[in-house]
């Protein structure tokens, strides 16, 4: 496959996977270093990719159209996480999101009854409930998403969202910039910016009344670190297991389908929140180059 320049810098994430952070890190750069952020919803819309100069491709789905996998001066960055703390996420976010974000949650749906997904979600009794119900729906799309994902190829850089929120030294990141060609003087620029948005620099300042920032609560916490073995019941284990034990191998978080499942004891019943709060196989680099 014939090498060229990095030119078309495409970042791609998933739902709750780092996807916040990853928007306000690429489009400060792009203004920074005067760089084009230009992201693309639908994949067939990529002919919108300008002809000439460098262009910060994003789609928060990691979806790009095949035949930018096969442009020479296009690069990927795909961030992907744990999928167990993607559904704690996303069940509590769907749970809280307002009207004006997440369209779908905000739809009458006449499988459930005329309620949306979010007053459904709202009206199970139970957290196992909540994570059985949002298990079938959005987190099956984003798992999907995920999987669909080209690991392996030689223009791509997948890391996982866990190395970057352990990346205090920005090293990872480092490696990335310098994966789409940037210079070192860009290489520190975009590092400064990175620092700025990550929970462990800037972005875990407290507001000048002292309050936590609420971006950080609504968009990461729980199960910002392998929160899944806090929240998971017995019972959500085994079925998460029959359900995507498999992807859990594929994506390189388990090396075995089942044997996480089966080290989870049985919970002792706990009061309800308010709301919801190794090389692997296909040759993603838990915090390096496929």
Request: glycine share 8%.
């Amino acid at each position: 496959m014939t090498s060229a320049p990095p030119r078309i810098l495409c970042v791609g994430t998933h739902h709750k996977t780092g996807t916040v952070w990853m928007r306000r890190v690429w489009r400060e750069i792009g203004e920074a270093l005067s760089i084009p952020f230009v992201p693309v919803h639908n994949p067939q819309n990529w002919t919108r990719i300008p002809t000439k100069g460098r262009v910060i491709v994003a789609n928060w789905g990691a979806r790009f159209a095949p035949d930018l996998f096969d442009t020479p001066e296009a690069r990927f960055l795909h961030v992907i996480r744990d999928p167990r703390d993607v559904l704690i996420s996303g069940a509590r976010y769907h749970e809280d999101a307002p009207g004006r974000s997440e369209r779908f949650l905000h739809k009458a749906r006449a499988d459930l009854g005329g309620l949306t997904y979010q007053q459904h979600l709202r009206s199970l009794p139970s957290r196992d409930d909540k994570l059985r119900f949002e298990m079938g729906e959005m987190h099956q799309r984003t798992l999907t998403e995920m999987l669909d994902w080209p690991y392996g190829h030689p223009r791509a850089f997948d890391v996982t969202f866990e190395t970057l929120m352990a990346d205090t030294g920005c090293e990872t990141f480092a490696a990335a910039l310098e994966f789409f060609g940037f210079d070192a003087p860009e290489v520190e620029v975009a590092q400064k910016i990175f620092f700025k948005h990550a929970l462990f620099g800037g972005f875990s300042d407290k507001n000048s009344d002292g309050t936590t920032d609420r971006r950080l609560n609504a968009h990461v916490a729980p199960g910002a670190k392998r929160g899944w073995r806090q929240v998971f019941s017995a019972e959500i284990a085994e079925d998460y297991c029959a359900r995507f034990g498999a992807a859990l191998v594929r994506l390189g978080y388990e090396t075995d389908a089942r044997a996480w499942c089966d080290a989870i004891a049985p919970k002792t019943a706990i009061p309800e929140p308010a709301h919801m709060v190794q090389p692997p196989p296909l040759g993603l680099a838990m915090g390096g180059m496929a």
